[in-house]
């Protein structure tokens, strides 16, 4: 009976694609990181009637700045040259432009979201390092603590490939799982690729925990409508290590978030830190307002 569940759906689903709608705010905060960042933003609108404003702020001081139309003339520029640089394999992307002035970047992207009636914002995630500039450090940290929309952070793959069509979306059941999956699903259907979904359960759970688990993760999945999946559920000692395995042959890994700390900045919880920060590729963390 065990076995049979394990291999529920292994191979390709054929599902009808019924993905989410979102009304994307893609906030660019490094000039370094946009163009990977407008890629997943455009993807993710790509598959389905979803689109996006990507949103570039100048901060200005209290004061007024003399120069002020002109600064926002080239940051509009700069926004229009990243999103030209981006692969849209010869679609129309559905990413506009909008330009803000703020004197609290923060604030900013706040303001933008509720005018916008944004449910998704896509940002920059530096990954586990302890070098982040300043301003990324500090909006993340008001947006991770307080979300006003439910949030994409994306950590571009180091090495600068895009490349890759699988889309691996390790779960264990947490409240930000269903975001993940959706993300997933998204990403996959635009790259026409195959998304995979890996349920680790640990050894060290009781079997009714365990069967519990199994039994909401195939909800989780029943819940998701898209034509190419593959489900695997794996029994281990270690699933930061499981997962960390499996994630070897993909080029992008999307991830709930830490949840179990309401209105905190933690994102990934401290046993799965080392396996996170080894992820190849690009990774996304998922978080629900």
Do not use: C
Request: aromatic fraction near 4%; avoid cysteine.
């Amino acid at each position: 009976m065990q076995a049979a569940a394990r291999q529920r759906a292994t191979e390709l689903a054929h599902w009808e694609p019924r993905l989410e709608e979102w009304r994307m705010l893609v906030p660019v905060i490094r000039a370094q990181t946009a163009t990977p960042l407008l890629q997943i933003a455009d993807l993710l609108s790509a598959s389905t009637r979803s689109s996006g404003d990507v949103l570039g702020i100048v901060e200005v001081p209290r004061t007024n700045l003399p120069n002020l139309p002109h600064v926002l003339e080239e940051r509009r520029r700069d926004l229009l040259r990243w999103i030209a640089s981006i692969d849209t394999s010869g679609r129309a992307s559905r990413l506009n432009v909008q330009t803000r002035v703020s004197h609290d970047v923060r604030q900013g992207i706040r303001e933008a979201v509720y005018e916008n009636g944004s449910n998704l914002v896509v940002v920059e995630w530096p990954g586990l390092t302890s070098r982040r500039p300043r301003l990324l450090a500090a909006v993340l940290e008001d947006l991770v603590s307080d979300p006003p929309a439910n949030l994409a952070l994306v950590r571009p793959d180091p090495d600068g490939s895009s490349g890759g069509q699988g889309v691996l979306v390790p779960v264990r059941g947490g409240t930000n799982a269903p975001l993940a999956v959706k993300l997933g699903a998204a990403l996959a259907e635009s790259r026409e690729g195959v998304l995979t979904i890996l349920h680790v359960i640990e050894n060290r759970h009781h079997h009714r925990l365990r069967a519990a688990m199994s039994e909401r993760f195939h909800e989780l999945v029943d819940s998701i409508h898209y034509r190419r999946v593959e489900i695997r559920e794996r029994s281990s000692d270690s699933a930061a290590t499981t997962i960390l395995e499996y994630s070897q042959a993909y080029q992008t890994t999307v991830l709930g978030a830490f949840a179990e700390q309401r209105n905190s900045p933690v994102l990934v919880q401290a046993a799965f830190a080392r396996m996170v920060r080894q992820l190849r590729g690009t990774v996304i963390l998922a978080r629900r307002a």
